[in-house]
């Protein structure tokens, strides 16, 4: 599976493998069966959480790596904390020890010493940013990440946070994670102000920068599958999206591109994150094996310009 580096340490798979948020370990091995298939086509990227069933999701991790006996150096483990708690989701956890005790939470429960990269799952823009990179770069000089992210930042905040990264020879953060796809949609849109959506401000900011988006939500969570299979859209996230007309258009589209090509819609939509005119990285979630290598089939096809216009626009050539 192709790579996309992150710096001169790290690389990761062109598609990443999420980790479940379901607090529940009969879903393990199930779930270990469609690691394995990841793991087998090329994939060696593990997207994990401290808040994905509290904790749960990391030791799930570790319980795979050290079952399959996985040889840790062929594998890149993303590693998240300092998300707020549930009970007060606008109490920010940013503070040097948070930061540090997360990851080392994360560490010890996937059976590591240490991260490829380590991802800040929150923000709080009423903090100052030198604190924040200061501790993350402390992390990197010990040896316990390789790299640091953030997820659910601003463009604004992360070129603060590198600029003053840079301009003092700390670890700049060469990742991002949020919400982006081919389906449009806000933070007001989800009822998540706290999590940040893919627009026209940030993606110039990624074009400019050219830092890598892991890309969550990049199946648009169902949406199109429905639509696509003229199901009912179910309560939550996927009804979201419905909520913004322009979706339908897209979710047209991408049927008519799908009849004329052949490709299926889940290889187009992870194409979409891939050719869009940024350094994408699909972060997914699969239910099976199957729906996992219809999604990696985006590895054999790849989307004009034209294409690409034509999805988010509607215009022909």
Excluded at 152 to 174: V, Y
């Amino acid at each position: 599976m192709k790579q996309v580096v992150l710096n001169r340490r790290v690389s990761l798979s062109q598609v990443a493998f999420g980790g479940t948020k379901r607090n529940d370990p009969a879903d393990h091995a199930a779930q270990f069966e469609i690691m394995d298939r990841y793991y087998a086509l090329g994939g060696n990227t593990f997207d994990s959480a401290r808040v994905y069933g509290d904790g749960q999701s990391d030791r799930g991790l570790g319980q795979w790596l050290k079952s399959r006996q996985i040889d840790r150096s062929s594998v890149r483990l993303v590693a998240k904390g300092s998300h707020p708690l549930r009970t007060s989701m606008y109490v920010s956890r940013l503070s040097p020890q948070q930061i540090r005790e997360d990851l080392e939470d994360a560490l010890r429960d996937m059976g590591t010493d240490y991260a490829d990269v380590y991802i800040l799952h929150r923000d709080d823009p009423r903090l100052p940013v030198e604190p924040i990179m200061e501790a993350l770069n402390e992390l990197v000089v010990s040896g316990k990440t390789l790299a640091v992210g953030a997820s659910n930042w601003t463009a604004g905040r992360i070129s603060r946070a590198n600029r003053f990264a840079l301009e003092n020879g700390l670890e700049p953060f060469s990742v991002s994670q949020m919400h982006h796809s081919l389906a449009l949609t806000t933070p007001m849109q989800i009822r998540d102000i706290t999590q940040t959506s893919m627009n026209e401000t940030e993606a110039g900011f990624y074009r400019l920068t050219g830092i890598p988006v892991m890309a969550f939500g990049a199946m648009a969570r169902g949406y199109f599958h429905a639509k696509l299979n003229m199901r009912p859209l179910k309560e939550g996230p996927a009804r979201v999206y419905d909520e913004i007309p322009e979706n339908g258009l897209r979710a047209w589209r991408l049927k008519k591109l799908c009849e004329q090509t052949g490709w299926s819609p889940a290889a187009v939509l992870g194409a979409y994150v891939r050719d869009c005119g940024l350094r994408g990285i699909p972060l997914c979630g699969f239910s099976s094996a199957a729906q996992l290598e219809d999604t990696l089939a985006m590895e054999d096809i790849h989307l004009t310009r034209a294409q690409v216009r034509y999805l988010e626009t509607g215009a022909a050539d």
